[in-house]
């Protein structure tokens, strides 16, 4: 395997985590008797550029199809985030009716209807069907087909005042064509912005869940300078966000473009980032062994509270919660008996690999389980909040990164 940005050949392994089904592949009831497919998904670093990277395995356009089931519009945080940032972006950088906003992997509509509101035209880049119809519902105009340079040269070639990305720059199997796209789609002063989990935080706090065949790459600012200034792009601001377990917003411009400074803390990233060793081999080789740690002691809470009578179910159908259960070996549910999502959409599946039964958030009172594991961590607070009434029967809850933990 070679380097999906640089080519150069990987040979160093960050972190094996055998094989498992996609992550957001759920299985139907009907399907139940029929096999999985499972691939390999081991993660290697490039020594060249430090770009952390899986193989592109399962191909982008089967995992995301017409039945993909993340819809954004299921977490209340996430909607609040969407909205700071329409109105941090108009506010810094005077968007209006005379501007365009692009967004790509747009989903359901859940950022784009806050610039909409603001009578801000908007168009959304969506491949999944069944997500770009609920944006399209919502009045918001959508391209149903993937982002690169060959649609934006097509369909979007120097139209747009902002470019944005939430969480889809890791999702992409050909990293430099895309932020190609970008370079085409910007006007002579348009903005580019993408937010990304921060691979210093994946490391710091064990997040090995945040890996799945979705996220073909694991991003930090060292290793996007270069794949940026290839295109003739250039970063001229960053921040440190707390959303997914700690994330980055990087903005981008024409190289071109001297309207636009580049801020100090660009310098400062990249020295934080240098400090911790992230261009070394050594900041990459103990995380394998931390991975495996988690792993042990998720097993063992799930074992001896089965032993003693104790009801363990799941909240949150998520990705992480996929790759942490696949990776235990957890099967069937005679230790974790049921998972609960807020999404109709998940809801009376089962999950990838592990086959638990997803159910909808009834099944919690009805049940009284002693123990909740919220898989999506990064939202334990709002979830806690939601299910504050569990506490009448003594419940509690528990989350497995950066370490187990009960509360």
């Known amino acids: ?103 790509v992997a747009s989903n359901d509509g859940y950022l784009l209807q806050y610039f909409k509101e603001k009578n801000i035209p908007v168009i959304g880049v969506e491949p999944t069907a069944n997500t770009a119809k609920v944006s ?21 070639k120097g139209k747009a005042d902002l470019v944005l990305g939430n969480n889809v720059l890791a999702h992409v199997p050909d990293i430099n064509d895309f932020v190609k796209g970008v370079k085409i789609a910007l006007n002579p002063t348009g903005v580019n912005t993408f937010e990304f989990p921060h691979l210093l935080r994946l490391v710091a706090q064990n997040q090995f869940d945040t890996i799945y065949h979705e996220h073909f790459s694991y991003l930090s600012l060292t290793n996007l300078i270069s794949v940026f200034e290839k295109q003739g792009l250039e970063i001229f601001d960053v921040q440190e966000l707390t959303t997914h377990g700690g994330s980055l917003r990087i903005f981008s411009k024409h190289k071109e473009d001297q309207s636009k400074a580049i801020e100090p803390t660009v310098a400062a990233m990249l020295k934080k980032e240098a400090d911790a060793g992230i261009n070394t081999l050594e900041y990459y080789q103990n995380f394998q062994a931390k991975v495996d740690q988690i792993k042990y002691d998720f097993t063992s809470f799930l074992i001896e509270h089965k032993k003693a009578g104790k009801k363990v179910i799941g909240y949150g159908a998520a990705a992480k919660g996929n790759t942490l259960l696949n990776y235990c070996g957890i099967k069937g549910n005679d230790l974790i008996e049921f998972v609960v999502d807020a999404s109709p959409y998940k809801q009376n599946k089962l999950l990838p690999g592990s086959r638990i039964p997803v159910l909808n958030k009834e099944a919690i009172a009805e049940s009284k389980p002693d123990y909740i594991i919220i898989f999506p961590w990064n939202l334990k607070d709002e979830i806690a909040s939601q299910l504050d009434y569990v506490r009448g029967w003594g419940a509690k809850f528990v989350i497995a990164i950066p370490e187990l933990k009960i509360f």
């Open 136 to 156: 399209i519902e919502k009045g918001i105009e959508n391209i149903v087909d993937f982002f690169g340079s060959s649609l934006a040269e097509k369909q979007l």
């Open 1 to 103: 395997m070679n380097c999906r940005h640089c080519k150069q050949e990987l040979t160093h392994v960050f972190c094996d985590l055998q094989t498992c089904p996609p992550s957001n592949a759920m299985v139907k009831p009907a399907l139940v008797n029929y096999p999985e497919t499972y691939f390999p998904l081991k993660v290697f670093v490039c020594e060249k550029c430090w770009l952390v990277q899986v193989d592109e395995l399962e191909k982008a356009d089967a995992i995301f199809n017409s039945e993909y089931t993340y819809f954004s519009s299921y977490s209340t945080t996430w909607l609040q985030h969407a909205k700071e940032y329409a109105d941090y972006m108009t506010n810094r950088f005077g968007f209006n009716n005379n501007s365009l906003v692009v967004e």
